[in-house]
């Protein structure tokens, strides 16, 4: 018996330090099923953005996802909101009736040309991490995978910056102090695809004969004026909007030197009235007055939206970057094809 009770506790410290030392998420495995879903839930209802919830189980340092299901179009009405929550856990009660994984690891959404990168996305993650240790976004966006691409990434919130985001401090101190800058917000997870033996050998047997597929062809249409277009449109968009967030700290900074100025001008004022009190034997003044104006400090506009914005614009430079250099490459193919 004490042999065993010793086992049983060596076991238990063993699953208590393996929990509080969780090796770092490293892999996000998903069934070919749930991405199909996922595929066929956001194409139905482009261009507007939906969402679903993604079940699965959190093993080391790998995250498997093995079913999804959709949420209902979301409404301002509350009780609509709340008809979408008893849904949810509506869903989750049939799945675990009839034996399926239904451990919440995450959720997908839709985009549009890339624009996931929002104040909104971060509180849907912060909202998820008070009861998940770890979560995962997968984003899917239609009218990139229009262009033959398989438009599908994981994302996760940086460990240092949900600290920030939990104290809300994002000013230059802060983000100095923390070495942390807008690349650091999120962090993609590789995506892995993973199809039982089933599955695979019927997927086998339903591929056709032609090596060429229709994704193949769709690669090599000339048309991406409308995708290009949207693109520019929105960087143009991010573009104001950075303008308008450097004009807030442009601002700020023109505020604390004024400020700064008046400091020391009050110092320079109070000290010249210290050195007449002390030559009239009377006590000195203090050189800082709490209740002046002058002397508080002003807030400093948060970062995060400029973080944010910075983000927006490097994804649609790569997106706007990588369609051009893939447009050269099918106009020398063509040109290549004619003369032959």
């Not at 520019?232 to 968009?237: Q, S």
């Not at 009377?282 to 944010?308: A, H, Q």
Request: net charge negative; hydrophobic share 40%; charged share 25%.
């Amino acid at each position: 018996m004490a042999t065993a009770a010793a086992a049983t506790r060596s076991f238990l410290q063993v699953a208590a330090t393996e929990e509080a030392v969780a090796p770092p998420l490293r892999v996000v495995q998903i069934e070919g099923l749930v991405i199909l879903k996922i595929i066929k839930h956001c194409t139905e209802f482009s261009p507007a953005l939906v969402t679903g919830q993604l079940l699965g189980l959190d093993v080391g340092s790998v995250l498997e996802v093995t079913n999804c299901f959709p949420f209902p179009i979301r409404e301002e009405d509350e009780e609509i909101e709340a008809e979408g929550a008893n849904y949810q856990l509506e869903m989750m009660r049939c799945l675990r009736e009839v034996n399926v994984d239904n451990n919440t690891v995450g959720w997908y959404q839709s985009t549009l040309l890339g624009s996931y990168q929002t104040v909104e996305l971060i509180e849907t993650f912060m909202n998820y991490q008070e009861n998940i240790r770890r979560c995962v976004c997968i984003i899917y966006d239609p009218s990139k995978s229009n262009q033959g691409v398989l438009a599908l990434k994981a994302l996760k919130l940086s460990d240092s910056f949900m600290e920030l985001y939990r104290a809300n401090e994002f000013n230059g101190e802060k983000l100095r102090e923390k070495n942390l800058s807008w690349v650091d917000i999120f962090e993609e997870i590789p995506i892995k695809v993973s199809n039982s033996a089933l599955v695979s050998a019927f997927m086998t047997e339903l591929e056709a004969d032609s090596p060429v597929t229709q994704s193949d062809y769709d690669r090599l249409q000339l048309s991406t004026n409308p995708f290009m277009e949207r693109n520019m449109e929105f960087l143009i968009e991010c573009m104001d909007d950075l303008s308008t967030e450097q004009q807030k700290f442009q601002f700020y900074y023109r505020n604390l030197s004024r400020q700064q100025a008046q400091q020391q001008t009050w110092l320079q004022k109070r000290r010249s009235e210290n050195m007449a009190r002390k030559a009239a034997g009377e006590e000195p003044l203090p050189e800082e007055d709490p209740l002046n104006p002058i002397f508080k400090p002003l807030p400093e506009p948060s970062r995060l939206d400029s973080f944010l914005i910075t983000n927006q614009v490097s994804n649609y430079c790569s997106q706007i970057n990588s369609v051009a250099g893939q447009s050269f490459s099918r106009l020398y193919l063509m040109k290549a094809l004619h003369e032959n």
